[in-house]
């Protein structure tokens, strides 16, 4: 369920430098410190985040990444997707592995992830978002029991200013709902790359589809779909807390709400059906 206030693990990695230049080196220290100690030989579990011109935020994203207590060994694997700002230089500091991927396209640098992972299983994630402490264990719980291929977690946003806390929990709480339906028979439909996991070997015999230019998570939880079932992490403690940018873009709180209302229900047939076939694509969408 959804919060109405930010938790304090999360209120720990709000960063809010305006500049690199501006980041103390103790901050940098500290980070590339709890990756250091958490480097394994044999990583049962991959991390996999990727990121386009991110300097502003993968920060809070590494410091979440870093603060993270696990049972199982685990590896942290960032995907810089040819940026041109100096997102680099963050990773190189904070000491987490890193991949070039100079080929554009989120598909790309998945793709770049998946190729480079050791772990048995592979979950994914974005550069404007954070993790909680417990992130990886709630996660396996899941995705480790018999007949489960995959999982998927619910995503809270922060405020930034343009939207307060209050009127994005409220979204959040519709939003829940309408995963939830949909992850009855659609859960392609339902998960995002920023709160996803799958098994490994499956990832890679499947691959991540780069011919396209959004939606290559919902195309690869259909195809994992073949194999077993994807399983909705409904766990408070599992929440991931990303940027609430997407949410900017369309305006005012209202039209926010109005516009996702009417889209959900004009396919709300969907969420009681199984797809057939592919996973469906418009001439826009292709690369």
Known sequence: MASLVIPNYVKKHLYTYESVDDIPCEVFDR?????DAKTYKRPIVSIVIIAYNEEKTILRTLSSLAAIKSSY???VIVVNNNSTDRTQEILDKCGVKSVFQARQGVGFARQA???????????CGDADTIYPPDYIDIMMKYLRKPGVVAVFGHVSFIPDGKKSRFLLGMYEFFKDFVVMLRAINRPELSLGGASFGFVTGLGKKIGWRTDIKRGEDGSMALALKKYGKIKRVNIPQARVWTSARTLDADGNYFFMIMKRVLRELKRIKEYFTVQKGGYEMNEQ???
């Not at 980070?31 to 990756?35: G, Q, V, W």
């Open 113 to 123: 992830g998946l190729e480079e992972a050791r772990g048995i299983y592979h979950l």
């Open 31 to 35: 980070i590339a410190l709890e990756f």
């Open 285 to 287: 969408n292709m690369i």
């Open 73 to 75: 060994p685990f590896e």
